[in-house]
């Protein structure tokens, strides 16, 4: 039999100004309010309610493609989607569960940190945090336990993957350059972790991935199907063999990068579907069947969408959008907010022991509720508090330590600019965890340190003035 694996990776970075809790407009997405809306309009929705046409474009029916596909969808996401797009919400754990009992017990939905963070790039316990908060927040969303974990930016070290194991995820995905020695036939390898632990690697097709995501692939539906599982499968197939493809891509590859794109692998699901030889199943299912027996290497601080690896998160590493600028803020950039958390956790840790025996195991507990209104996380940090305390202020350490660790978001780096939209998204945070934490001492160190982040935009100036123009003033609820 021959499986196929389409895996989906669905982000948006946290747009809520966090001292109103409310997405802004953003010019930039019009028609639509903000990009929320309109990724939404062009993407989750499409691939909640995809069109399903017979060859000859008549339209036979809807899919809903979480049913189909493996997928993970950020903390961040989901947290808008709920409220603002509840039947996208509903779609997805609805796919999820369907899959559930489609596959024996192993649903589509797969978790991921809760922050869109580089994770070979932070400290042990901010990836344990980040690990446990993205578990607890996917098993109170989708009610069971997680089996796999996606990495942004399938970003990967040791120790995160050591992490993964310890925390009991089953398996992650990377690119196919990101391990040795290659996968045969698809099959996961293994990783040992020690002490009796061990995690499951799949790699994804390093062809077809790209030709879906870049190429021509999403434009025929027909020929989609034929790549994933080409014809002959049907006349050789044995019982007894396996064989996999496994595609992964941003989900917003279909129908907001490519236009109709969720139309064509709707197509292609119910082409294979009628094929006996051909099923369509997620990477919890085909483990249960064809555990990893060989032992894989990892490509240390490697990522899936930088030739230097991690290097496009703090470095000039010559990766680009726009030709021609200048990525020597990356840098600056990196060591000012690696500065602020250091400050940010002594504060809390400080502080946060007279409120709570141990705030470290608070912290970690914390993301079972951090997405839930300030009710919710009041009465959690209330439930936890010395008696006699203040739970009030405990509520905001722990809202700062959420901000704290948001503001390393992978999209603050990925762009061309310090002065860029997503990085004054994670700067905002920065001001926020500030405010919650620290003091006018620490944001002036902060300052001083974004001072010689230079900003492409000469209008812009540098860190400092982005923080000071465009970040900080949020709090006042000026726009950013």
Same mark, same amino acid.
């Given at each position: 039999m021959h499986s196929v694996v389409v895996h989906a990776h669905f982000y948006q970075p946290p747009r809520e100004n966090p001292w109103r809790?409310?997405?802004?407009?953003?010019?930039? #997405?019009?028609? &639509? @309010?903000?990009?929320?809306?309109?990724?939404? *309009?062009? !993407?989750?929705?499409? &691939? #909640?309610?995809a069109r399903l046409r017979d060859a000859a474009g008549r339209v036979q029916g809807h899919v809903n493609l979480f049913e189909w596909a493996s997928f993970d969808a950020a903390t961040t996401l989901l947290r808008w989607l709920e409220p603002n797009a509840p039947e996208v919400y509903r779609a997805i754990l609805d796919g999820d569960r369907a899959s559930v009992r489609r596959l024996r017990g @192993? =649903?589509? %939905?797969? %978790?991921?940190?809760? @922050? @869109?963070?580089?994770?070979?790039? #932070?400290?042990r316990r901010d990836k344990v945090t980040e690990v446990r908060w993205g578990l607890a927040d996917f098993r109170r969303r989708f009610g069971r336990g997680a089996e796999g974990l996606w990495l942004p930016e399938t970003a990967v070290d040791e120790e995160t993957l050591v992490v993964l194991a310890e925390e009991g995820v089953r398996f992650t995905v990377l690119a196919p350059h990101q391990v040795e020695p290659p996968p045969s036939g698809g099959a996961p390898l293994r990783f040992v972790a020690g002490g009796g632990r061990e995690l499951a690697i799949f790699a994804y097709d390093g062809t077809l991935s790209p030709g879906v995501a870049f190429g021509r692939l999403v434009e025929d539906g027909a020929e989609l199907a034929r790549h994933l599982a080409p014809p002959i499968l049907d006349e050789t197939a044995s019982r007894d063999a396996f064989t996999l493809t496994t595609l992964a891509m941003d989900g917003e590859t279909f129908g907001h990068h490519r236009k109709f794109a969720e139309m064509a692998l709707a197509r292609a699901v119910a082409l294979l579907l009628a094929r006996p030889a051909v099923r369509i199943e997620n990477f919890a299912a085909v483990? %249960?069947? #064809?555990?990893?027996?060989?032992? $894989?290497?990892?490509?240390? =601080?490697?990522?899936?969408? !930088?030739? *230097? =690896?991690?290097?496009?998160?703090? %470095?000039? !590493?010559? !990766?680009? $959008?726009?030709? =021609?600028?200048?990525? $020597?803020?990356?840098?600056?950039?990196?060591? $000012?907010?690696?500065?602020l958390a250091r400050e940010l956790d002594h504060r809390f840790e400080s502080e946060g022991a007279t409120f709570f025996p141990d705030p470290w195991r608070v912290r970690d507990a914390f993301g079972a509720v951090a997405?839930?209104?300030r009710a919710a996380r009041h009465a959690f940090a209330a439930a936890r508090v010395r008696d006699g305390t203040d739970a009030e202020r405990a509520t905001r350490l722990l809202d700062g330590v959420s901000a704290r660790l948001g503001m390393f978001g992978s999209c603050a780096w990925f762009f061309d600019d310090v002065a860029g939209h997503e990085t004054v998204l994670m700067l905002r945070l920065a001001a926020y965890a500030l405010e919650l934490l620290g003091d006018d001492a620490l944001e002036r160190g902060l300052l001083d340190r974004l001072a010689v982040a230079p900003a492409n935009d000469a209008g812009a100036g540098d860190g400092a003035q982005v923080y000071r123009s465009r970040a900080h003033r949020s709090r006042a609820g000026t726009a950013a």
């Open positions: 809790d409310e997405v802004e407009e953003e010019p930039t #997405a019009a028609p &639509f @309010h903000d990009w929320n809306e309109r990724v939404t *309009h062009e !993407c989750y929705r499409p &691939f #909640a309610t @192993h =649903g589509n %939905a797969i %978790a991921m940190p809760y @922050h @869109h963070v580089i994770l070979p790039l #932070a400290s483990l %249960a069947r #064809a555990p990893a027996l060989v032992d $894989a290497r990892i490509v240390e =601080g490697s990522s899936w969408s !930088c030739p *230097h =690896g991690v290097e496009r998160w703090r %470095a000039d !590493c010559g !990766c680009r $959008a726009t030709p =021609g600028t200048s990525q $020597a803020w990356r840098r600056p950039l990196r060591a $000012a907010l690696n500065w997405a839930l209104p």
